[in-house]
């Protein structure tokens, strides 16, 4: 038995909210956990590989570095 009024306060059905679904219960200190990643859609654990690509920042450094293929860049396009 833990000693009293020492320890902060224990929930053990604690919610796991993910894009405002609860994925998961666990126990921990605090009533809800919000999260962005978890495993349901971490790309390690579902197989698949999204490159997000705001504003261009990909081609941008490819051009930096003269990695950047302007004939397979509008090969993708179509």
Same mark, same amino acid.
């Given at each position: 038995?833990p000693k009293? &009024?020492?320890?902060?306060?224990?929930?053990?059905?604690?919610?796991?909210?993910? !894009?405002?679904? %609860? %994925?998961?219960?666990? &126990?921990?200190?605090?009533?809800?956990? +919000?999260?962005? %990643?978890?495993?349901? !859609?971490?790309?390690?654990?579902?197989?698949?590989?999204?490159?997000?690509d705001t504003? &261009?920042?990909?081609?941008?450094?490819?051009?930096?570095?003269?990695?950047?293929?302007?004939?397979?860049?509008?090969? +993708?396009?179509?």
């Amino acid at each position: 038995m833990p000693k009293a &009024g020492i320890h902060p306060k224990w929930y053990p059905e604690a919610k796991v909210i993910c !894009n405002g679904e %609860v %994925v998961a219960t666990i &126990g921990s200190t605090h009533p809800e956990i +919000n999260v962005d %990643v978890w495993s349901g !859609n971490h790309p390690f654990y579902t197989g698949t590989q999204k490159i997000i690509d705001t504003e &261009g920042r990909v081609e941008r450094f490819l051009r930096k570095y003269g990695m950047f293929d302007e004939k397979a860049a509008v090969e +993708n396009q179509v």
